[in-house]
């Protein structure tokens, strides 16, 4: 949902920097792109539509050491230039990038209009400089005057600005994520050297090739920074908020595509390893997380799109494997069980980028209720992660496709796990995931993509898909139909197996493509018997299974991974997905209407 990144420092191609940096968030939103710099005391603004992966960085040559640059999914407003951030004031000496959503902005609008301001632009953002600009009219401080402004605006928002007349780069985050990349000439935390300037980036990859020191502006807070050091501050009272310097794991290498033609495929064989970093828990507090589900009375599993889909299978983990039932909603619809929320509850929010507005929603509805909130993350640091009670990371790296992969598999094994743990059989969980893992990295070969790719071109023209399966593998259903719909754009619906004759096979022509995922398990033969169903009325049907049987037109050969069959057979529908979307000339990375980090409601 939009990308920030802003530099202020010692280097004096900020222009640069900030360009180089955003192409690594294009991930958060690829409508339009523009830049903000402040150079011989004048702030310039460059903007347009399109993707910010199409700029070229020397063209920002002018010499300055304080930028801002945004790339926009939008919210407010048609994909134009003119609504392309950054915004500006009246007077042009205002320049502001913002990520969110300002609830109030028509109000706000009649009265600077009233009080003689312009407003050239269909977004709420615009509100936002003129503001600060009439807040200046009454004091010369340009951080007084950003505070102001948001004490002003309803809504989440996470903001970037710069003035001609300040030296200061201030931001301010309600909401939405904003980070500070912290570039010391030491580098490391244990050894600080002397400040050399500081990133603000709404993701870490942005500045992950210059530091991986970073501070977290928490929501109501905002900072104030010269390059040389940085003031953070309580919005609503100015109260200081000192920050801790954390370094984070990640590494630049891990964020980068290397020679991968896109992150999706990249990330989906890395899932030959990042199945077993999930594994690679601290037994002692998996074991803790289980006895807080075994007593809490009431356990809710909540996420969105993919993470909800891991929640789902988890139910069935759960219910299988240690006869434990637990509720599962998505996030959004989470706000309505409040009534069933109690301080002895407990909720488990499962989330990739750790930043979701609705599961950030959910988790402060069960807060207010009193209720206990463990995450599940992938982004350490992040607004959820940090606002738990506990939180515990599946280790994935950082996962940049907008279609989420690896992150899954590693949600799906971190909740497998727990399963496990729950029914006392820790040790018994980890083996199978291991071994499992192991079996990833063996059918990821060469020819099992090639073969992938054969039925992706073969099936690529067809209207629909549909994709059945039962129990855990209902829930891979749902998923496999996201993950084909949202990067191919054909198409496709997930069933539970036993539901199509209730309707929906009346959709099945001679030719549609039906998609089976069937393990070893005690649905096995019913599984089949609705691949056979498909089969009769004219559907091509391709099975996702250990074992191969009659009924299969195309067989996908998956190993037997018993109460890990989720992880094994969404592999291949991810795999097929991406060609899909190649075959059709689509960019998987870059889904049309789509970002990676949901964080407006
Ligand atoms: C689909 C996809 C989304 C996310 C959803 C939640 O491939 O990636 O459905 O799963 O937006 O995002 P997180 O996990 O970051 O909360």
Redesign the pocket.
């Known amino acids: 949902m939009c990308g920030i990144f802003g530099y202020i420092g010692e280097r004096n191609d900020a222009g640069k920097v900030v360009v180089e940096g955003l192409k690594n968030l294009e991930y958060r939103g690829y409508d339009s792109w523009g830049v903000a710099w402040k150079s011989n005391g004048i702030v310039s603004v460059r903007k347009d539509v399109g993707k910010i992966s199409d700029v070229r960085s020397e063209d920002f040559s002018d010499i300055c050491s304080l930028a801002i640059a945004h790339t926009r999914w939008a919210t407010h407003g048609g994909v134009t230039k003119i609504n392309a951030h950054p915004h500006t004031s009246c007077d042009q000496t205002v320049a502001v990038i913002h990520n969110g959503i300002v609830e109030n902005y028509e109000e706000l609008r009649r009265e600077l209009t009233a009080k003689g301001h312009r407003f050239v632009s269909q977004t709420d953002t615009e509100i936002i400089p003129h503001l600060i600009e009439e807040e200046l009219k009454t004091t010369k401080d340009f951080a007084a005057a950003v505070r102001a402004t948001c004490l002003r605006i309803r809504g989440r928002f996470a903001i970037v600005a710069i003035h001609t007349h300040s030296a200061m780069l201030v931001a301010a985050r309600n909401g939405s994520p904003l980070i500070v990349g912290v570039k010391r000439g030491g580098g490391e935390v244990s050894a600080p050297g002397r400040i050399e300037g500081y990133f603000i980036a709404s993701d870490i990859p942005a500045f992950l090739d210059q530091t991986r020191i970073v501070q977290y502006l928490d929501d109501g807070e905002m900072l104030v920074s010269d390059g040389k050091s940085i003031l953070f501050s309580d919005i609503q009272t100015g109260e200081e908020r000192p920050k801790r310097e954390i370094e984070i794991q990640w590494t630049q290498q891990q964020a980068e595509k290397g020679d991968f033609e896109h992150y999706m495929m990249k990330e989906i064989m890395e899932q030959k390893e990042s199945v077993a970093r999930a594994v690679n828990q601290d037994d002692a507090q998996i074991m803790t997380l289980a006895k807080a589900i075994r007593e809490a009375q009431g356990t809710f599993l909540v996420?969105?799109?993919?993470?909800?889909k891991a929640c789902l299978a988890a139910e069935y983990f759960f219910s299988v494997i240690a006869d434990k039932h637990v509720n599962v909603a998505p996030?959004s619809e989470f706000k309505l069980y409040h009534h069933f929320l109690k301080p002895e509850s407990l909720i488990v929010v499962?989330?990739?980028?750790?930043?979701?507005a609705d599961?950030l929603e959910a988790m402060r509805v069960a807060k207010s209720a009193g209720s206990k909130v463990i995450a599940i993350v992938?982004?350490e640091g992040s607004t959820?992660a940090r606002e738990a009670d506990y939180a515990l990371r599946i280790n994935a790296g950082p996962e940049r496709a907008?279609?989420?992969?690896k992150?899954?598999t590693g949600?799906l094994a971190v909740l497998l796990l727990i399963a496990y743990a729950l029914a006392g059989k820790l040790r018994e969980g980890k083996t199978l995931l291991l071994e499992t893992s192991s079996a990833i990295n063996d059918m990821l070969n060469p020819r099992y993509i090639e073969r992938l790719k054969a039925l992706a071109d073969k099936i690529q023209t067809k209207r629909d898909i549909f994709i059945i399966g039962k129990s855990w593998n209902y829930p891979m259903a749902l998923e496999s139909a996201?993950?084909i719909q949202?990067v191919s754009y054909i198409h496709a619906e997930g069933f539970a197996g036993g539901e199509l004759k209730h309707g929906p096979i009346a959709l099945i022509e001679e030719g549609t493509p039906c998609i089976a995922l069937i393990g070893k398990d005690e649905v096995e033969q019913d599984s089949l018997s609705n691949a056979i169903e498909l089969k009769a009325r004219g559907g091509f049907i391709i099975g996702i299974s250990p074992d191969r049987y009659d009924a299969f037109d195309e067989w996908i050969r998956v190993p037997d991974a018993t109460a890990a069959q989720a992880i094994v057979n969404i592999i291949p529908i991810q795999v097929l997905a991406y060609f899909l979307a190649v075959a059709r000339g689509k960019n998987p990375d870059m889904p049309r209407n789509?970002a990676?980090?949901?964080t407006v409601k």
């Open positions: 996420g969105c799109g993919t993470a909800s996030a499962v989330s990739q980028s750790g930043e979701t599961v992938n982004n959820i907008v279609a989420s992969t992150a899954l949600q996201i993950k949202e789509l990676k980090s949901v």
